[in-house]
């Protein structure tokens, strides 16, 4: 009698990190994310930006389009995270199509 149940599996050990690009052929995404914050403040979070833009100069076009104030944090995992006051995800990604940006590659996340 053998118990086959009792070992241990790991669905996920064979998946590739989704967030690293440097496989060829595979596709960055650029995530756009809301975060709650206390009551009904919300914060808008933007990562995973090629390299070739300047997240300065984006960040100083979010805000002066959207009216919104907004920070660049620095995280060892994702790089440089933009984060803006609001719900700004559907400004965020007409703003990213419209300046060259394709849109299969924008992820749009939350409620």
Do not use: W
Request: charged share 25%; glycine share 8%.
């Amino acid at each position: 009698m053998s118990v086959q149940n009792l070992n241990t599996f790991d669905p996920f050990a064979d998946a590739a990190d989704p967030l690293a690009a440097d496989e060829p052929g595979r596709q960055s995404y650029i995530h756009i994310r809301i975060q709650q914050r206390n009551g009904r403040k919300t914060l808008t979070t933007l990562q995973g930006l090629p390299k070739e833009y300047d997240s300065k100069k984006i960040l100083k076009a979010f805000k002066k389009e959207f009216a919104c104030n907004g920070t660049l944090v620095d995280d060892e995992e994702m790089g440089q995270v933009i984060q803006l006051q609001g719900d700004q995800r559907a400004k965020i990604s007409t703003f990213l199509t419209e300046n060259g940006i394709p849109r299969a590659s924008i992820k749009l996340h939350g409620f």
